[in-house]
């Protein structure tokens, strides 16, 4: 299968600042037989629903596997596990965020059961700047199963005040 995975850092982790961090996420999600096929541009964004903490590191890419989607979500949460991340509730700082944002099956999957339920595509995703610029890079005529529209679309009719920057490395 093709997955879309959002990458997002707001702390260093033993691996280094917040750049090296989500290197080494790609590196460890390689590890894992999975195919890295498209990398976005890396962002700096303002925290969305959070007040306080440091600005996030953003990107997004393109992943073949022959996972399903409830054994990806494993692995991914795994390696945010290596990267230090100790808890998984919402609007927190961490050195490593793995989400499956979006698949090659061009339909709403859920899957609720297990240890780690997922909705695919990310529920949030189309509300999200923080998200969609990474992806405009990678797959902007990409259609969101739900929405209907390109995600080239959805960012001009999605009124975000969101402060995004380019950063200056590549992934």
């Known amino acids: 299968m093709i997955y879309v995975i959002g990458l997002g850092s707001n702390l260093d982790s033993k691996y280094?600042?917040?750049?090296q961090t989500l290197k080494k996420s790609i590196d460890l999600i390689k590890l894992e037989n999975i195919e890295v096929m498209k990398v976005s541009k890396l962002y700096v964004t303002e925290p969305v629903?959070?007040?306080?903490v440091n600005w996030f590191l953003n990107a997004a890419?393109?992943?073949?596997?022959?996972?399903?989607?409830?054994?990806?979500?494993?692995?991914?949460?795994?390696?945010e596990k290596k990267m230090g991340r100790e808890?998984?509730?919402?609007?927190?700082?961490?050195?490593?965020?793995?989400?499956?944002?979006l698949s090659d099956k061009n339909k709403e999957i859920r899957i609720l059961s297990g240890?780690?339920?997922?909705?695919?595509?990310?529920?949030?995703?189309h509300q999200r700047m923080?998200?969609?610029?990474p992806l405009m890079d990678i797959c902007p005529d990409l259609i969101h199963p739900v929405c209907g529209k390109t995600i080239k679309n959805i960012i001009s009719s999605l009124n975000s005040h969101e402060k995004i920057?380019?950063?200056?490395?590549?992934l």
């Open 87 to 101: 808890m998984h509730r919402p609007n927190m700082s961490r050195p490593c965020d793995l989400d499956i944002l």
């Open 49 to 52: 629903g959070m007040t306080k």
């Open 130 to 133: 923080f998200v969609l610029r």
């Open 115 to 125: 240890k780690y339920p997922i909705t695919i595509p990310h529920k949030k995703l």
């Open 16 to 19: 280094g600042d917040q750049y």
């Open 61 to 79: 890419i393109i992943i073949s596997t022959s996972l399903k989607p409830n054994k990806l979500i494993v692995v991914l949460k795994e390696i």
């Open 165 to 170: 920057t380019l950063y200056n490395k590549k």
